[in-house]
């Protein structure tokens, strides 16, 4: 397995012969990462997630599928599954959410959470919390047909409907 700096990359990843990877760091199967990307310690790439060239990721989690695009920079934060940063964005210190997509040259400052599957168009600046509009929210059924009245828009507010939702929904 290694020193605690090691670098343990997948027999199955694809790795260009370009590529700096610091330990300690986990690069699982089916990973690609092009050429002239920079992987930073404390860095997991998940399961088929795609890094292309010029990308920097530093103490950062990229889960399954996810793709970070050309010369994107990605310090202290999770990239969900699915989830593709365009071309030159910036995440620090920041959730990126399941299958996000988001434009070129985004800029998402410290702190901010972005709900899955949200759309961010190119050269925003996200500061703060983006959750799903009311029609892309979670509705909480007990039976086909039959709501509860409890519907989320957050994970705070998912998480406080789990609390109060039967269990049957």
Same mark, same amino acid.
């Given at each position: 397995?290694?020193?605690?700096?090691?670098?343990?990359?997948?027999?199955?990843?694809?790795?260009?012969? %370009? /590529?700096?990877?610091?330990?300690?760091?986990?690069?699982?199967?089916?990973?690609?990462?092009?050429?002239?990307?920079?992987?930073?310690?404390?860095?997991?790439?998940?399961? $088929?997630?795609?890094?292309?060239? &010029?990308?920097?990721?530093?103490?950062? /989690?990229?889960?399954?599928?996810?793709?970070?695009?050309?010369?994107? *920079? /990605?310090?202290?934060?999770?990239?969900?599954? %699915?989830?593709?940063?365009?071309?030159?964005? *910036?995440?620090?210190?920041?959730?990126?959410?399941?299958?996000?997509?988001?434009?070129?040259?985004?800029?998402?400052?410290?702190?901010?959470?972005?709900?899955?599957?949200?759309?961010? &168009?190119?050269?925003?600046? /996200? $500061?703060?919390?983006?959750?799903?509009?009311?029609?892309?929210? @979670?509705? @909480?059924?007990?039976? @086909?047909?039959?709501?509860?009245?409890?519907?989320?828009?957050?994970?705070?507010? @998912?998480?406080?409907?789990?609390?109060?939702?039967?269990?049957? %929904?």
């Amino acid at each position: 397995v290694g020193g605690p700096n090691r670098a343990v990359v997948d027999r199955e990843a694809q790795v260009g012969p %370009s /590529v700096r990877i610091a330990g300690p760091a986990l690069v699982e199967s089916g990973v690609l990462v092009e050429d002239g990307a920079n992987i930073q310690q404390y860095c997991v790439l998940k399961k $088929n997630a795609r890094i292309l060239s &010029g990308a920097v990721l530093d103490r950062s /989690v990229i889960m399954e599928r996810a793709v970070v695009g050309k010369d994107c *920079t /990605v310090i202290k934060s999770v990239i969900g599954q %699915s989830a593709v940063l365009q071309g030159n964005v *910036t995440v620090k210190g920041s959730i990126i959410g399941a299958g996000c997509v988001i434009g070129d040259r985004v800029e998402v400052l410290e702190g901010s959470r972005i709900w899955p599957n949200m759309r961010i &168009g190119a050269d925003a600046k /996200v $500061n703060g919390t983006l959750i799903a509009p009311v029609e892309k929210g @979670f509705y @909480f059924y007990t039976e @086909f047909g039959q709501y509860t009245g409890l519907m989320a828009t957050s994970l705070d507010d @998912f998480i406080d409907a789990l609390e109060k939702a039967p269990i049957e %929904s």
